[in-house]
């Protein structure tokens, strides 16, 4: 079963810095879109940064200070959050379009879906 399973989260001072990883696992074939997004409280989600074919695009509100890295050895994709501020405060979240092996039994068969992980908490607060 695919995977998508994040960590780093926490609480920190403004101007801190934190990093989140997502990590990926079981039956990748091929990742088309990996991206971050996140959600605060009575906000919609919204992409935070996404890279595709090797382009990487952020949000307007967190250019120069979030960078998105991959690990392709590792299936991690990682999230170096830096000059954190308090309106960076939400949960975020892993996602992932990708192609994988479904199998049952014997069976296998190629597929593609999108994939979300469980979601990791990130308070900016003094």
């Known amino acids: 079963q695919v995977q998508l399973v994040e960590s780093g989260g926490g609480l920190v001072q403004p101007g801190e810095s934190l990093k989140l990883s997502c990590q990926i696992s079981g039956g990748i074939v091929k990742i088309y879109v990996m991206s971050w997004y996140r959600q605060a409280p009575g906000n919609q989600r919204e992409l935070v940064a996404t890279t595709s074919e090797g382009s990487t695009d952020y949000a307007d509100s967190v250019k120069g200070r979030f960078t998105m890295s991959g690990d392709g050895a590792k299936n991690t994709v990682n999230l170096q959050m830096s000059s954190l501020r308090p309106e960076d405060t939400a949960v975020y979240y892993c996602?992932?379009?990708?192609?994988?092996?479904?199998?049952?039994?014997?069976?296998?068969?190629?597929?593609?879906?999108?994939?979300w992980g469980q979601g990791t908490q990130v308070t900016v607060a003094s």
């Open positions: 996602y992932a379009d990708m192609a994988y092996t479904y199998r049952t039994g014997t069976y296998a068969e190629l597929k593609r879906r999108d994939f």
